[in-house]
């Protein structure tokens, strides 16, 4: 379980970096920044975001889901408010920068978890009384 916290967490750093040099208005100042970032990320999502998603469900129906869009781009600037080194200056970079995160961290955690696999997959692999 720490793993797949820890290759998530990597992921979601990676991806900020990289988002952070394709989206002009998002800035990160150093690797720290994003390490940093990605966590508070991470909390803001698990805490507001959970609770402005069951909130606003039937709007986000209504909308066909792009209610969600706007959401994960706020949640971003929120986050980007309370790191020191992470910035966002327009709704429009936070809006495009959310969707090129998403996928960028979907992408780097498939990837990492392809080169690290889970403790039970290989104690799996190996069979039985080789772990």
């Known amino acids: ?5 820890l290759t998530t967490w990597a992921a979601s750093t990676a991806s900020l970096l990289l988002v952070s040099n394709v989206i002009k208005g998002f800035h990160l100042t150093d690797v720290k920044a994003a390490v940093i970032a990605a ?3 991470a909390v803001v999502n698990g805490t507001l975001g959970s609770i402005l998603k069951f909130v606003t469900f039937p709007f986000r129906i ?3 889901g792009v209610l969600t869009l706007v959401i994960n781009a706020a949640l971003l600037l929120v986050s980007a408010a309370l790191v020191d080194g992470f910035t966002i200056d327009t709704f429009l970079a936070a809006f495009f920068g ?3 995160l ?3 961290t979907w992408v780097a ?4 978890r ?3 696999p889970e403790k039970s997959e ?3 692999k190996a069979g039985p009384g080789r772990s």
């Open 114 to 116: 392809m080169v690290i």
């Open 122 to 124: 290989s104690a799996a």
């Open 109 to 112: 955690s498939w990837l990492l």
């Open 62 to 64: 209504m909308t066909l």
């Open 98 to 100: 959310s969707i090129l």
């Open 102 to 104: 998403s996928i960028a």
């Open 39 to 41: 966590a508070v990320i």
């Open 1 to 5: 379980m720490i793993r797949r916290i």
